[in-house]
């Protein structure tokens, strides 16, 4: 009898412990460590993610900036004697890119398809309009370089850049730190780049 009186015993100390405050608080704690250790592996799992994605991003860049690259190799290296004297935005032949707070105009001068000298520079055949100009955001820059036609590279692989003159006085800390981006970017692609001063 006396074992049965102790199994009976100590069953119900462990019915009194299972009601106790400490077994709840115990209880508890152990619930809030499990989860715990389920949002970590959950916040470990999305960091191995968003890492997993961010090098399929490097790659893809790295991709098509190699793709750019190719493409540009295909207009010659400058040949700096054909463009030292030049000092006048609108005597240079080669792409100008003023470089603003929010886009960059990118002006190119395109050669005359008319091979002959008949009325070349008259108003049937002015100069002027085959200067033009497109605005990109500074994101889309190297898209716009690769996308100029080989005439406008008279120069060989060379722009001029410049701060856009018209910009006020505030702007020139974000003007300058996208001059700084174009040029890195067009480094990146093998382009030249002729700094100009701003007017």
């Given at each position: 009898?006396?074992?049965?009186?102790?199994?009976?015993?100590?069953?119900?100390?462990?019915?009194?412990?299972?009601?106790s405050?400490?077994?709840?608080?115990?209880?508890?704690?152990?619930m809030?460590?499990v989860a715990?250790c389920?949002?970590?592996e959950?916040?470990?799992?999305?960091?191995?993610?968003n890492?997993?994605n961010?090098?399929?991003k490097?790659?893809?860049?790295?991709?098509?900036?190699?793709e750019?690259?190719?493409?540009?190799?295909?207009i010659?290296?400058?040949?700096?004697?054909?463009?030292i004297?030049v000092?006048?935005?609108?005597a240079?032949a080669?792409?100008?890119?003023?470089?603003?707070?929010?886009?960059i105009?990118v002006?190119i001068?395109?050669?005359?398809a008319?091979?002959?000298?008949m009325?070349?520079?008259?108003?049937?055949?002015?100069a002027a309009?085959?200067r033009?100009?497109?605005?990109?955001?500074?994101s889309?820059?190297?898209e716009?370089?690769?996308?100029?036609?080989?005439?406008?590279?008279?120069?060989?692989?060379?722009?001029?850049?410049?701060?856009n003159?018209?910009?006020?006085?505030?702007?020139?800390?974000?003007?300058?730190?996208?001059m700084?981006a174009?040029?890195?970017?067009?480094?990146?692609?093998?382009?030249?780049?002729?700094?100009?001063?701003?007017?």
């Amino acid at each position: 009898m006396r074992p049965h009186w102790r199994r009976l015993r100590y069953s119900w100390s462990v019915v009194q412990f299972l009601r106790s405050p400490k077994f709840v608080l115990v209880a508890l704690l152990a619930m809030v460590a499990v989860a715990g250790c389920r949002q970590q592996e959950k916040a470990v799992a999305g960091v191995a993610q968003n890492a997993v994605n961010a090098e399929h991003k490097a790659q893809a860049n790295a991709t098509r900036l190699a793709e750019q690259r190719t493409e540009l190799a295909q207009i010659p290296l400058p040949t700096k004697s054909m463009y030292i004297d030049v000092h006048d935005p609108s005597a240079w032949a080669n792409p100008f890119l003023a470089i603003g707070k929010d886009s960059i105009t990118v002006s190119i001068f395109l050669t005359d398809a008319n091979p002959s000298k008949m009325g070349e520079g008259t108003f049937l055949r002015p100069a002027a309009a085959r200067r033009q100009e497109i605005h990109v955001r500074p994101s889309d820059l190297a898209e716009a370089i690769v996308a100029l036609p080989p005439q406008a590279w008279r120069y060989g692989r060379v722009v001029a850049v410049a701060e856009n003159p018209e910009a006020g006085a505030n702007d020139r800390a974000g003007i300058r730190r996208n001059m700084e981006a174009a040029i890195q970017k067009l480094n990146n692609l093998g382009v030249v780049v002729e700094e100009w001063p701003s007017n």
